[in-house]
């Protein structure tokens, strides 16, 4: 990414840019960037997006083989076309014979690193690789938002938002809005301003209910559910946060037991980076077998409650029971 806004900066833009992970939040933005570097935004004659994988590629370089038009440059976006997991045959040498002018934008969640349309465009353009930044580059993120809002998060405050919107940078700039408009006249954002704009009643009770299962506090844990069910929170999608809960304890349980550093681990699990430490906490509590058993128990029940052989509130609650006891101690 950094290399992208030294191009930018000293304009040395690349014919070629591939843009691909998982943050779509950064591939956007970069896109841009690049966009608004080289062509107005609005120029509809020199400036194309095509999207899909059922995009007429011979088009494209049709295309691409023409000079722009009273313009500099000819830009093409490309998203999520399927191209770098199989390319059609001579699009290389199609490429190769582009005016300096053109330039093209690719931009892909899926890629095959083996593929020889992706190792062509890193000989001859650039590569960049946005996958769900880290806790260290989130925390920044979300202070240099802050700042030009002139507001101010303590890091707690940034990490209780992360944890429980989840490290989509997307959703976690839509949220940073609201929170910017619900606080126009104070500049300190906090916890409370967090659980009343962002995170509702009952998405708050239901991480505390997992954490009291986590740490074997049967009394609150059971509590938390009966104040989830006052809320209307279905007890079926309880099931399905305990059920997902085991399901990542189980995978850190083997990932720690293989050595993984916590980022991959944050990464395969799909969870934020800093919360892998509580949670591996609480996995080391239990054995892998005994989260797998966890795991199948919360699956049986799900099957019993489609089956109509137990309520969905009464199999849940017996889960839980079971589970905040001292259900199988490492």
């Known amino acids: 990414m950094n290399n992208i806004k030294k191009d930018i900066e000293k304009n040395e833009i690349k014919q070629f840019y591939l843009l691909s992970g998982e943050e779509d939040y950064l591939k956007r933005q970069y896109r841009n960037k690049l966009v608004e570097a080289m062509v107005n935004p609005d120029d509809n004659m020199n400036l194309n997006y095509f999207e899909g994988n059922d995009v007429k590629i011979q088009d494209i370089l049709d295309l691409g083989e023409t000079l722009p038009f009273f313009a500099d440059n000819r830009v093409i976006v490309m998203e999520n076309t399927g191209l770098f997991k199989k390319t059609p045959e001579g699009i290389e040498k199609r490429l190769e014979a582009f005016p300096e002018s053109t330039h093209m934008i690719f931009v892909e969640k899926e890629i095959d690193k083996r593929n020889r349309l992706y190792k062509w465009i890193g000989k001859n353009g650039y590569v960049s690789e946005m996958n769900k930044p880290d806790d260290k580059m989130l925390l920044a993120w979300v202070k240099s938002l802050c700042k030009a809002e002139k507001k101010k998060m303590e890091d707690p405050c940034i990490f209780y938002l992360i944890e429980h919107m989840g490290t989509d940078m997307l959703l976690l700039k839509n949220e940073l809005e609201k929170l910017f408009c619900y606080c126009y006249e104070r500049d300190q954002i906090s916890v409370d301003d967090v659980k009343e704009i962002c995170v509702n009643q009952a998405t708050d009770k ?55 550093e916590n980022k991959e681990i944050a990464s395969i699990c799909k969870i934020p980076p800093f919360s892998v430490k509580k949670y591996a906490s609480q996995a080391g509590k239990y054995t892998f077998q005994t989260l797998k058993e966890m795991l199948e128990k919360c699956q049986r029940t799900d099957a019993e409650i489609k089956t109509g052989r137990i309520s969905d509130t009464v199999g849940v609650e017996l889960l839980i029971v079971e589970f905040s006891g001292n259900y199988g101690h490492a």
């Open 206 to 260: 239901m991480f505390d209910m997992l954490d009291a299962i986590g740490s074997h506090n049967q009394d609150k844990a059971l509590l938390l559910y009966h104040d989830l069910l006052a809320l209307k929170e279905p007890a079926i999608r309880v099931l399905f946060m305990l059920t997902r809960h085991f399901h990542i304890l189980m995978q850190i349980s083997a990932l720690s037991s293989e050595g993984k």
